[in-house]
């Protein structure tokens, strides 16, 4: 009779998105989860059953994807037009994903991230019951984000209740996972975890990206840019990642007739510039939904200049995600944000584009009208610039794995787990 083969070693993913969802922070939970499945884990995710940008959109209960079992839960994503539903959708979502969880057999492993931002409690109740290793990765930070953009007093009971389940994820965590050296600090100011901190950034979709040219790009064709220099925001315009300078500068610069300012993607700050279009038409100013992830080779390729903004209070508490993206597709970039932080450190320390702060219109204009007179040669070596680095420094291959050995075999003993 033969033996029974040994059963494999479960990783579990609590994430409130996940592909065919477009979002970034899913793109980036699958990436990993799919690596984890190629080392021989059995790894189930837990998402929501709902799209999170769109809640009318809805995905298959159960199915396996690049390997992994993708288990999506009701009830647990109303969309974002409150704080209220984001809040009780979250809420539930982690509830019923920890549940799930502590019936997980041969369960050695899980992965939380911010996603929904009380995704942590999930960890929290399985690692007291469960013999697990946890992984915490910060995407981003809350309380700190809902204080900083005056959605929280920072002595509410909410605010309290947070910080206290941030501790108690920070402490029972076996790895740490912070996107920036300003997000650890802030970390490690709530509970000091430098012996298995790792610091390391969102890899870009390189399976997605490639740099196209603009004369054999669809996208352009599509939306007549074939003459236009275009100024590109892409991803999720959110409360964190203002605007408005840049909007205020283009309406000064409508001379321009060959500068395009496009907008791509969703988000809350999103609606005020589909209100603006559709209140005074700017000629400039034009507006599009998410790109589907197998199209989006095209319209990131599709700006001659992508825009990144950083507000100025959520340094170390919201990363420049796209920043990465824009880089991969060799395109300089426009930093919107204040000094110090990572993405104008970047910009600024390897010469890729330009910066400027919030508030100052004046100098938004000037750098705008700069970016008109920059011969189309001069973007095209700041944008191979831009893309070195990401070979250098940001390549899936390179972070993914070191992501992954994270979860798989944490900090090593005596040794420094901070990276740069």
């Given at each position: ?27 980036h939970v ?31 209960r159960r ?7 993708v ?6 994503g ?23 969880c ?50 929280a ?62 004369d ?12 236009k ?9 959110s ?31 999103k609606k ?36 990144v ?40 320390g ?71």
């Amino acid at each position: 009779m033969s033996t029974p083969a040994t059963p494999r070693a479960t990783l579990v993913v609590a994430s409130q998105v996940y592909p065919p969802d477009p979002t970034s922070v899913g793109q980036h939970v699958r990436d990993a989860a799919v690596e984890m499945a190629q080392r021989g884990y059995r790894v189930i995710v837990y998402t929501s059953n709902r799209g999170y940008e769109n809640p009318e959109v809805r995905f298959p209960r159960r199915e396996i994807l690049d390997g992994v079992e993708v288990r999506r839960l009701p009830l647990s994503g109303f969309g974002k037009s409150s704080i209220l539903l984001r809040i009780v959708g979250g809420l539930s979502f982690t509830l019923q994903a920890s549940f799930r969880c502590l019936f997980v057999r041969h369960l050695r492993l899980m992965l939380v991230s911010t996603s929904p931002p009380m995704c942590g409690l999930a960890a929290v109740i399985v690692r007291t019951f469960r013999k697990v290793d946890v992984t915490f990765w910060a995407m981003d930070l809350n309380p700190d984000q809902m204080v900083a953009l005056g959605k929280a007093r920072p002595d509410s009971l909410m605010v309290r209740a947070f910080d206290w389940l941030n501790r108690r994820i920070l402490k029972c965590s076996r790895s740490v996972v912070a996107l920036d050296r300003f997000m650890a600090e802030r970390i490690n100011r709530k509970v000091n975890v430098d012996d298995k901190m790792f610091v390391m950034p969102p890899w870009p979709h390189e399976d997605h990206i490639e740099s196209v040219a603009h004369d054999e790009n669809p996208f352009r064709m599509e939306h007549q840019l074939s003459d236009k220099i275009v100024i590109m925001y892409s991803g999720n315009l959110s409360l964190a990642s203002p605007v408005t300078t840049i909007v205020d500068a283009a309406r000064r610069v409508e001379d321009l007739q060959e500068i395009v300012f496009l907008f791509v993607g969703g988000g809350m700050g999103k609606k005020s510039i589909d209100d603006l279009i559709a209140r005074e038409s700017p000629p400039n100013i034009r507006s599009l939904p998410y790109q589907p992830i197998e199209t989006l080779r095209y319209s990131l390729s599709a700006a001659d200049v992508h825009l990144v903004s950083v507000g100025n209070d959520v340094v170390g508490i919201c990363h420049p995600c796209k920043i990465y993206g824009s880089m991969a597709v060799s395109r300089p970039i426009l930093c919107l944000g204040p000094r110090p932080s990572h993405a104008t450190e970047i910009v600024d320390g390897e010469n890729i584009g330009w910066t400027v702060e919030h508030g100052d219109v004046d100098r938004a204009e000037s750098l705008i009208r700069e970016i008109q007179r920059t011969s189309r040669e001069q973007r095209i070596e700041m944008g191979q610039r831009a893309r070195d680095i990401v070979d250098r420094r940001f390549t899936k291959s390179k972070l993914c794995t070191a992501f992954c050995d994270a979860i798989e075999y944490g900090p090593k003993k005596g040794d420094n787990a901070v990276n740069s």
